[in-house]
């Protein structure tokens, strides 16, 4: 597939959009990292995120997770596409946790652009690319209802 992953012009403008406006409601008062993600819903609907820090460190939720939740709990539960904004150069992708959350949800083929805090500076890797030989839903499902043989 190419570069855009079927994505129009338009959506790929407004993915950037989203997911770099996301960044200014991250509450991150002890990295300073912020991030901020957008979410292309199946059904073109757009749910956004950004990053919670805790005082206790683990408490902390990824950006990418909060869109998620966010998605899962209003009934959107595919995606054509994922943008994730950082401020720093080159794009950071999401983090291991955040990788396996987002294969909850998708199929390794889902295209997530990662965009830096240059304009116009975005990496792109399928789901797939980001964590090989992933381990899904479809791999605790019983035998005739889509698990691995």
Same mark, same amino acid.
């Given at each position: 597939m190419s570069k855009?992953?079927?994505l129009t012009l338009e959506e790929l403008q407004e993915l950037s959009k989203r997911a770099t406006a996301a960044k200014d409601? +991250?509450? *991150? #008062?002890y990295s300073n990292f912020r991030v901020g993600c957008a979410l292309l819903c199946d059904d073109g609907s757009w749910v956004i995120g950004a990053n919670v820090e805790n005082? +206790?460190?683990p408490v902390t939720i990824c950006a990418e997770r909060t869109a998620l939740v966010k998605a899962i709990t209003e009934g959107k539960k595919k995606f054509r596409a994922i $943008?994730? +904004?950082?401020d720093i150069s080159p794009p950071a992708s #999401? *983090? $291991?946790m955040c990788r396996q959350f987002i294969r909850e949800f998708s199929d390794n083929s889902v295209p997530i652009f990662m965009y830096?805090? &240059? &304009? $116009? &500076? *975005?990496?792109?890797r399928? %789901? $797939? &690319? %980001? %964590?090989p030989m992933s381990f899904g839903p479809e791999d605790l499902l019983p035998p005739g209802r889509g698990a691995r043989k």
């Amino acid at each position: 597939m190419s570069k855009t992953h079927g994505l129009t012009l338009e959506e790929l403008q407004e993915l950037s959009k989203r997911a770099t406006a996301a960044k200014d409601v +991250s509450y *991150c #008062p002890y990295s300073n990292f912020r991030v901020g993600c957008a979410l292309l819903c199946d059904d073109g609907s757009w749910v956004i995120g950004a990053n919670v820090e805790n005082a +206790s460190y683990p408490v902390t939720i990824c950006a990418e997770r909060t869109a998620l939740v966010k998605a899962i709990t209003e009934g959107k539960k595919k995606f054509r596409a994922i $943008g994730v +904004s950082t401020d720093i150069s080159p794009p950071a992708s #999401p *983090c $291991g946790m955040c990788r396996q959350f987002i294969r909850e949800f998708s199929d390794n083929s889902v295209p997530i652009f990662m965009y830096g805090k &240059e &304009e $116009g &500076e *975005c990496v792109v890797r399928t %789901l $797939g &690319e %980001l %964590l090989p030989m992933s381990f899904g839903p479809e791999d605790l499902l019983p035998p005739g209802r889509g698990a691995r043989k």
